[in-house]
């Protein structure tokens, strides 16, 4: 008996390892799923700072525009890439939380590192495929009231309709959905009610959902002005065009393009992994340039201090036979 008692804690051991090890690889699996998305978002944020902002920048310098018709198409293209991406990305993400909060037993096979891979190769296809009949209808235009080619929401009434129903209005209620029900999922945990049979929430996962979920709420807050007014544009151009203030597009143009500053910012004030790392970049450029500081001061000490060849003795010896 003592010794089938020890072989049953063996095992129970032995299980409590394995049980642990495949905890740590579902979560493993889990982070890099999710990272995958996150990943791909900060593309799309940066795909407008590495070419459209700088010409932007440019043309406020110059008072317009003059880098000519290709530039103003690639630099619009870009933007509406960057646009149309953030939201398909931001939806990706919060399908992906869904499923891993509420369908979690599903969740290893449907977002195996294949399968992520291939969804976010989708969701950028889905990009470029949404604005590509943009070089057809010759909605990219620049607009002097904001330095920049962008999408005219008065160049065709229906595809305005279009951008603003497919890639703003049916994405927001798709993520609206699914957030909605992992809150709900999330009130049943904090007043045990939830089921048995499902997973606890680990405070890791509430904390990445709340994340995302800002990042969601701004994305909708920063461009609901610009596309209400596009879809009141395209409704009626002739009536609305003129009832619009400057002021008030402009506003809603670069509050819109500001977002994309901002899910930086959310990552380092909500997560603690982005404030580690952020603080780490910082103290290495600080000490990176202290230390060219210091090199080169040394180096500016050193040639001061460091004797003229004619004070050596060699030299002097030199110096005094000639």
């Given at each position: 008996?003592?010794?089938?008692?020890?072989?049953?804690?063996?095992?129970?051991?032995?299980?409590?390892?394995?049980?642990a090890r495949g905890a740590r690889a579902q979560a493993s699996l889990t982070t890099i799923a999710g990272n995958i998305f996150v990943v791909s978002l900060a593309v799309a944020d940066l795909v407008v700072a590495i070419y459209p902002y700088p010409l932007v920048l440019t043309s406020i310098f110059h008072n317009g525009w003059n880098l000519g018709y290709m530039h103003c198409q690639?630099?619009?293209?870009?933007?509406?890439?960057?646009?149309?991406?953030?939201?398909?990305?931001?939806?990706g993400i919060a399908i992906n939380r869904y499923c891993y909060i509420c369908h979690s037993l599903k969740y290893d096979k449907l977002y195996s590192d294949k399968n992520s891979v291939c969804y976010v190769l989708l969701i950028w296809a889905l990009t470029v495929v949404a604005i590509?009949?943009?070089?057809?209808?010759?909605?990219?235009?620049?607009?002097?009231?904001?330095?920049?080619?962008?999408?005219?929401?008065?160049?065709?009434?229906?595809?305005?309709?279009?951008?603003?129903?497919?890639?703003?209005?049916?994405?927001?209620?798709?993520?609206?959905?699914?957030?909605?029900?992992?809150?709900?999922?999330?009130?049943?945990?904090?007043?045990?009610?939830?089921?048995?049979?499902?997973?606890?929430?680990?405070?890791?996962?509430?904390?990445?959902?709340?994340?995302?979920?800002?990042?969601?709420?701004?994305?909708?807050?920063?461009?609901?002005?610009?596309?209400?007014?596009?879809?009141?544009?395209?409704?009626?151009?002739?009536?609305?065009?003129?009832?619009?203030?400057?002021?008030?597009?402009?506003?809603s143009y670069f509050m819109a393009y500001f977002n994309s500053c901002l899910n930086a910012i959310v990552y380092g004030v909500l997560n603690q992994n982005f404030r580690r790392e952020y603080k780490r970049i910082v103290v290495s450029v600080c000490t990176a340039r202290?230390?060219?500081?210091?090199?080169?001061?040394?180096?500016?000490?050193?040639?001061?201090?460091?004797?003229?060849?004619?004070?050596?003795?060699?030299n002097q010896v030199k110096v005094d036979s000639v």
């Amino acid at each position: 008996m003592p010794r089938q008692g020890k072989r049953g804690d063996s095992v129970a051991a032995f299980s409590g390892v394995a049980g642990a090890r495949g905890a740590r690889a579902q979560a493993s699996l889990t982070t890099i799923a999710g990272n995958i998305f996150v990943v791909s978002l900060a593309v799309a944020d940066l795909v407008v700072a590495i070419y459209p902002y700088p010409l932007v920048l440019t043309s406020i310098f110059h008072n317009g525009w003059n880098l000519g018709y290709m530039h103003c198409q690639i630099s619009g293209f870009l933007m509406g890439v960057s646009v149309i991406g953030s939201i398909f990305n931001i939806t990706g993400i919060a399908i992906n939380r869904y499923c891993y909060i509420c369908h979690s037993l599903k969740y290893d096979k449907l977002y195996s590192d294949k399968n992520s891979v291939c969804y976010v190769l989708l969701i950028w296809a889905l990009t470029v495929v949404a604005i590509v009949p943009n070089l057809f209808v010759g909605s990219l235009q620049y607009d002097p009231r904001v330095y920049s080619c962008t999408f005219e929401q008065s160049a065709s009434s229906a595809y305005t309709i279009a951008v603003v129903f497919f890639h703003f209005i049916l994405p927001i209620m798709i993520v609206s959905y699914c957030y909605l029900r992992i809150w709900i999922l999330v009130i049943q945990v904090r007043r045990r009610v939830k089921p048995d049979n499902r997973p606890k929430l680990t405070p890791h996962d509430v904390r990445n959902f709340i994340t995302m979920f800002v990042v969601f709420v701004l994305f909708a807050v920063c461009w609901a002005p610009l596309n209400f007014i596009g879809l009141a544009v395209a409704i009626d151009p002739v009536t609305v065009v003129p009832l619009i203030p400057e002021w008030l597009f402009v506003a809603s143009y670069f509050m819109a393009y500001f977002n994309s500053c901002l899910n930086a910012i959310v990552y380092g004030v909500l997560n603690q992994n982005f404030r580690r790392e952020y603080k780490r970049i910082v103290v290495s450029v600080c000490t990176a340039r202290i230390f060219f500081q210091d090199s080169s001061n040394d180096a500016a000490e050193r040639l001061k201090s460091k004797p003229s060849p004619l004070m050596t003795n060699n030299n002097q010896v030199k110096v005094d036979s000639v």
